[in-house]
């Protein structure tokens, strides 16, 4: 199996994810990043589109941080049949979100950050160890 196709059947697992019902799946870096050289597959939206392992190398950076316990890639959108699309990555940490934003350099920061789940939406059940939080990463 190539690694699209690996992802493709990671990323319907739960049914068609352009599907606004469908939980939203939250990718492992080695699930999203693995075999992915689609640029706009993530941070398509800023100023310089970066290559996906200029994503990829920082998020590892910050999923080894001692006040870290994951980092997951939400997938947004299947529309490009090329590489599942995300707008937004889940730190799960003790951190408040204003602390998770300056792990960014300029050039990768996130329009916002925010905690918690976004409410009337659905997501792949992850295990969130006490005393942590999802703070979203969203980039417009």
């Known amino acids: 199996m190539t690694a ?4 493709t ?11 606004a019902a469908t939980p939203r799946p939250l ?3 080695e ?5 992915n050289d689609v640029v706009g597959s993530i941070g398509c939206n800023l100023e310089t589109t970066p290559e996906p392992a200029e994503f990829h190398a920082l998020l590892l950076r910050i999923r080894k941080m001692k006040n870290v316990a994951d980092v997951r890639v939400q997938v ?11 707008d937004t990555v889940w730190i799960i940490t003790s951190e408040p979100p204003e602390e ?10 996130p329009n916002d950050c925010w905690w918690g789940w976004v409410e009337g939406q659905s997501y792949e ?3 969130i160890p006490p ?5 979203a990463c969203w980039w417009d």
């Open 31 to 35: 699930a999203f990043f693995e075999g």
């Open 125 to 127: 059940a992850i295990e």
């Open 131 to 135: 005393g942590m939080e999802p703070v």
């Open 4 to 7: 699209l196709d690996n992802i």
């Open 9 to 19: 059947k990671r990323v319907n697992l739960h049914g068609d994810p352009d599907v």
């Open 27 to 29: 990718l492992t870096l």
């Open 100 to 109: 998770v934003s300056t792990w960014f350099p300029e050039h990768l920061m």
């Open 76 to 86: 947004t959108a299947f529309d490009n049949p090329d590489w599942p699309f995300s």
